[in-house]
Antibody, heavy 121, light 109 residues
Framework: EVQLVQSGAEVKKPGESLKISCKGS????????IAWVRQMPGKGLEWMGI????????RYSPSFQGQVTISADKSISTAYVQWSSLKASDTAMYYC??????????????WGQGTLVTVSS | EIGLTQSPGTLSLSPGERATLSCRAS???????LAWYQQKRGQAPRLLIY???SRATGIPDRFSGSGSETDFTLTISRLEPEDFAVYYC??????????FGPGTKVDIK
C-alpha cells in the first residue's frame, strides 16, 4: 500500500527555521516525483515545487523560488521542505503528494496527511 | 503560467441531484492534462479524475470528467451524502507551476 506520512504539526516564531518531512512507503520512492502543496487557512491549493528523489532534480513555482528549499534523502525515502526564516504568512497546511506518471508534469495520485505550520510571535 | 477559474464558486444541491462543475483555463491545456480532486473538511485532497476523463483507482462511476483545450467539466451524476466537499481542478500540461483552480464548494441545499 502506497503511503506518504508527514511529520507533525509545528508552532514557530517569525525568523525561526523549519524543516518538515514526508516519508514514502509501499512503492519505489526513487522513481516518482514528490511535490509540496500549500493550503493557507480557508484557502485553495498552491503548487510549490517538486523533486525527483532519484537524482534530486527540483522544480519550483516562481512564487516559492527562493522562499523554500525542497530536498530529498532517497536512502530513507523521505522528502523535505525547509524555511530559513519563517514569516507569519507561512502559516498554512503543507501537503506532500506523489506525482503519478513518473514525470514531473502529472497528476497527484497519493497525498500525505498534511503538516500544519503555525508561525506566531 | 496557466490560470484556472472554476464555476460556480458554490453549488447548493440535494442528495440525488446532478452536479456539474466547470474549470476554464487561460490557455489551452495540452494533451488534456487536467485533474480533479475532492477535498473534505480536515482531510487531504483525493484524486478523482486525471487526463480530463480517466477515473482514478476506486472512484465510483458517478464521477465523470470531460472537456479539452480550455474548457473542462466534472459531473457527479447523483450526489451521495459523502460527495459534499470542495472540488479543485489542476492543470499539468505545460511547464511548472502546475496550477490549481480556486475550487467549487458543493454543499447541501
Amino acid at each position: 500500500e502506497v503511503q506518504l506520512v508527514q511529520s507533525g504539526a509545528e508552532v514557530k516564531k517569525p525568523g525561526e527555521s523549519l524543516k518538515i518531512s514526508c516519508k514514502g512507503s509501499g512503492y519505489i520512492f526513487n522513481n516518482y516525483w514528490i511535490a509540496w502543496v500549500r493550503q493557507m487557512p480557508g484557502k485553495g491549493l498552491e503548487w510549490m515545487g517538486i523533486i525527483y528523489p532519484g537524482d534530486s532534480d527540483t522544480r519550483y513555482s516562481p512564487s516559492f523560488q527562493g522562499q523554500v528549499t525542497i530536498s530529498a534523502d532517497k536512502s530513507i525515502s523521505t522528502a523535505y521542505v525547509q524555511w530559513s526564516s519563517l514569516k507569519a504568512s507561512d502559516t498554512a497546511m503543507y501537503y506532500c503528494a506523489r506525482e503519478g506518471r513518473g514525470d514531473y508534469s502529472g497528476h497527484f495520485d497519493y497525498w500525505g496527511q498534511g503538516t500544519l505550520v503555525t508561525v506566531s510571535s | 503560467e496557466i490560470g484556472l477559474t472554476q464555476s460556480p464558486g458554490t453549488l447548493s444541491l440535494s442528495p440525488g441531484e446532478r452536479a456539474t462543475l466547470s474549470c476554464r483555463a487561460s490557455q489551452s491545456v495540452i494533451n488534456k492534462s487536467l485533474a480533479w480532486y475532492q477535498q473534505k473538511r480536515g482531510q487531504a485532497p483525493r484524486l478523482l479524475i486525471y487526463g480530463a476523463s480517466s477515473r482514478a483507482t476506486g472512484i465510483p462511476d458517478r464521477f465523470s470528467g470531460s472537456g479539452s483545450e480550455t474548457d473542462f467539466t466534472l459531473t457527479i451524476s447523483r450526489l451521495e451524502p459523502e460527495d459534499f466537499a470542495v472540488y479543485y481542478c489542476q492543470q499539468y500540461g505545460s511547464s511548472p507551476p502546475f496550477t490549481f483552480g480556486p475550487g467549487t464548494k458543493v454543499d447541501i441545499k
